[in-house]
């Protein structure tokens, strides 16, 4: 049974700090890409950020580029988004996901606003 368990979002001030986490499970982890979506109030899921499966390779929303790092840890079945300078914008609900795959976290809530 394949699961992702997003965690680490929460309140932070404009210009602060997160570091979100996504646990994946039911399969083999270091096999696929992963990926960062996020969903704002009202707006359709975006893109925020791609890591290759070895962790060699990596993609950004423009929106995020320069703020946000993605990275993985393989021998933990963890990826990360560190989110740095974060700005109003950025509140949403941060999701991951494997690459090609219908699968999809619960999601963790990041909410930027002083």
């Known amino acids: 049974q394949v699961q992702l368990v997003e965690s680490g979002g929460g309140l932070v001030q404009p210009g602060g700090s997160l570091r979100l986490s996504c646990v994946a499970s039911?399969?083999?982890?270091?096999?696929?890409?992963m990926r960062w979506y996020r969903q704002a109030p009202g707006k359709e899921r975006e893109f925020a950020a791609y890591?290759?499966?070895?962790?060699?390779?990596?993609i950004y929303a423009d929106s995020v580029k320069g703020r946000f790092s993605i990275s993985r840890d393989n021998t933990k079945n963890t990826v990360y988004l560190q989110m740095n300078t974060l700005k109003p914008e950025d509140t949403a609900v941060y999701y991951c996901?494997?690459?090609?795959?219908?699968?999809w976290g619960q999601g963790t809530q990041v909410t930027v606003s002083s």
């Open positions: 890591i290759s499966g070895t962790g060699a390779n990596t």
């Open positions: 996901n494997a690459n090609g795959t219908p699968y």
């Open positions: 039911g399969f083999t982890f270091d096999n696929y890409g």
